[in-house]
């Protein structure tokens, strides 16, 4: 199985404060498609999860711009420019591109 | 507005069976593959099946090979998960989601609970 290690485990930021998840995969997630299947999304507490990024960078259209997403075959990055009250929560990166799916342990960020 | 909406859950003892609904509204059901993913009680999340959009066909994790079977009915827009044999580290909270790789829409999920 494709295992997906995040770091930090977890994250306390001010509001305004720049924030950045890293993701690691123990094999490339690039596909034969020649798409990467690497997904983030957030669950804020007491909610099920919610979309936010989907093939590495691409938002979802409700998604603020202040969220991005980079990297490339075994290592991704999530990042946020300026956190925000609604950003609480646990952010997970999760791989579609091998069976099983598999998702990372979580990143919790809470707020100062 | 895309909705899936879980129901069927429950507290069911080790060894008995349970089977788990998704109502999907909002989009054309069956031009999506759909899953299941599961969250055991303060721990991550976890992919436990996956059917493709007209459901010929089907993956599972190996943990749940041969006790669950995921199913879909494309004319009344619903998802299933017939969980057979059931132990109690399937107890979890199950979300039905949209996508076979995307998982773009997740429902509010349906708490499981195996125990004597």
């Known amino acids: 199985d494709v295992v997906m290690t995040q770091t930090p485990v977890s994250l306390s930021l001010a509001i305004g404060q720049p924030a950045s998840i890293s993701c690691k995969s123990s094999q490339s997630l690039l596909g034969t498609s020649g798409k990467t299947f690497l997904n983030w999304i957030l669950q804020r507490p007491g909610q099920s999860p919610k979309r936010l990024i989907y093939q590495v960078s691409k938002l979802y259209s409700e998604v603020p711009d202040r969220f991005s997403g980079s990297g490339s075959e075994t290592e991704f990055t999530l990042k946020i420019s300026r956190v925000e009250a609604e950003d609480l929560g646990v952010y997970y990166c999760w791989q579609g591109t091998h069976f099983p799916h598999t998702f990372g342990a979580g990143t919790k960020l809470e707020l100062k | 507005e895309v909705q899936l909406v879980e129901s069927g859950g429950g507290l069911v003892q080790p060894g008995r069976s349970m089977k788990l609904s998704c109502a999907a509204s909002?989009?054309?059901?069956?031009?999506?593959?759909m899953a299941w993913v599961r969250q055991a009680p303060t721990k991550g999340l976890e992919w436990v099946a996956t059917?493709?959009?007209?459901?010929?066909?089907?993956y599972y994790r190996d943990s749940v090979k041969g006790r669950f079977t995921i199913s879909r009915d494309n004319a009344k827009s619903t998802l299933y998960l017939q969980m057979n044999s059931l132990r109690s580290e399937d107890t979890a909270t199950y979300y039905c989601t949209r996508g076979s790789i995307t998982r773009d829409y997740w429902g509010q999920g349906v708490m499981v609970t195996v125990s004597s």
């Open positions: 909002g989009f054309t059901f069956s031009n999506y593959g």
């Open positions: 059917i493709s959009y007209d459901g010929s066909s089907t």
